[in-house]
């Protein structure tokens, strides 16, 4: 028989392709679920039973979260990276870690085909499908959903023909949860106009009043949370993600324009990963020259869309990353953030590479590095050629 490799999550999409790809298309189907902070224990266990109950030959769980931290999420922290200056890049960040350990099994069982449950209708069948094209390239690439444009309505009665027990009610709304945060979609954001009501966001708002936190970087990565130690960042960001995620913090909808051309609205809430962005970015304010800082956004645009469309094997990403890795170097220090409900605020930073140094002046205040007389020559000679361009200008329009 020949094998498929079929990426898992135990939905309704994936279950439809165990079946269809075993009993239709008589492949061997071995399936794969990566998690990428998203599921407990508990959660990727009854994932497994079902993977079996459905006849799956083999059924794997990759824990990624840590890998999916170090590969991805770090450099998106050093970029302060939002799209659209909203969004942390969620979703589409995971589904790269999950794809590429997709085809790294696909490449370990020598399989003939790859299969995922994308729809033809967003982002992810373009993520997938590449990341396999350029990893695993002659690699047959099935996507049943997608190819015989199925309805929800029509998985359920073929699952059900086949004697298939599973929760078939469809939520109101769909949850995808990752260590970067979770997105929610409903009837809300299939329009223009639309706020998600306060009963669709995964977390509910039980803190009320304010508390302060104090994160701890070491270039530029989080170490720290209220001086409690991390063995690893995830760790960290999943404990801000308790404090934060309470209060609302982290809340916002989405609006951006999809790798096939259309535009789409997502809600989502990143607690952490927004407090995280905010205070890396105050920090890097106070210790970055402007130039590193001018630099610094302009690649992490770039960056932030280009990960976005699927682009993370693209050499030039790891270009970038370097620039990011050496512009850290100094980001260590406190940063202090006030959270109350459904906002936050960074209160200020403490760190022994701050720029905004007493020693060397006070800004609207006092200057001690050099006179007046200095600024005086130094102002006519930086505004030297526009003075010439406007006064040869002056003259030839006479």
């Known amino acids: 028989m020949k094998k498929v490799v079929l990426g898992f999550s135990g939905g309704l999409d994936t279950s439809y392709c165990v079946k269809y790809l075993s009993e239709e298309k008589g492949y061997e189907v071995h399936s794969i679920i990566v998690n990428t902070g998203g599921f407990t224990d508990d959660e990727l266990k009854k994932i497994e ?98 190819d015989l444009k199925l309805s929800r309505e029509q998985e359920i009665e073929y699952l059900q023909s086949k004697g298939v027990e599973m929760n078939f009610s469809k939520a109101m709304y769909s949850i995808n949860k990752g260590l970067w945060g979770t997105s929610v979609g409903g009837k809300e954001t299939l329009s223009s106009k639309g706020m998600l009501p306060e009963e669709a966001w995964p977390t509910q708002v039980t803190k009320t009043g304010s508390e302060e936190v104090k994160l701890s970087f070491e270039k530029g990565e989080l170490k720290k949370v209220n001086d409690k130690t991390f063995s690893h960042p995830t760790e960290a960001i999943q404990y801000l993600t308790s404090i934060a995620a309470p209060y609302g913090i982290g809340r916002d909808v989405h609006v951006g324009d999809t790798i096939i051309g259309i535009k789409g609205r997502v809600g989502f809430e990143a607690a952490a990963p927004m407090i995280i962005l905010k205070g890396h970015h105050a920090l890097e304010k106070h210790v970055l020259t402007k130039w590193q800082l001018n630099w ?3 690649l992490a645009l770039f960056y932030g869309n280009w990960l976005h469309e699927g682009q993370i094997l693209d050499p030039v990403m790891r270009d970038i990353e370097a620039f990011f890795e050496t512009s850290q170097q100094n980001v260590s220090g406190e940063v202090f953030v006030q959270l109350l409900p459904y906002r936050f605020q960074v209160i200020g930073i403490e760190s022994k590479y701050d720029l905004m140094s007493s020693k060397f002046g006070k800004y609207g205040e006092m200057n001690t590095g050099f006179t007046g007389e200095d600024v005086r020559g130094f102002s006519r000679i930086f505004g030297n050629q526009t003075s010439i361009y406007n006064q040869v200008k002056e003259e030839a329009e006479k």
């Open 49 to 146: 039973e079902h993977a079996y109950k459905l006849g799956v030959k083999t059924h794997v769980t990759i824990d990624a979260v840590k890998g999916y931290y170090d590969r991805i999420i770090k450099y998106l922290i050093y970029g302060n990276v939002l799209k659209n200056n909203t969004y942390p890049l969620s979703v589409s960040a995971e589904r790269l870690s999950q794809a590429l350990h997709i085809a790294e099994h696909a490449k370990k069982l020598s399989a003939d085909a790859v299969a995922h449950g994308s729809t033809g209708a967003g982002n992810d069948q373009v993520r997938f499908d590449m990341i396999f094209h350029i990893m695993i390239p002659g690699v047959e690439i099935i996507t049943p959903i997608r």
């Open 296 to 298: 610094k956004d302009q």
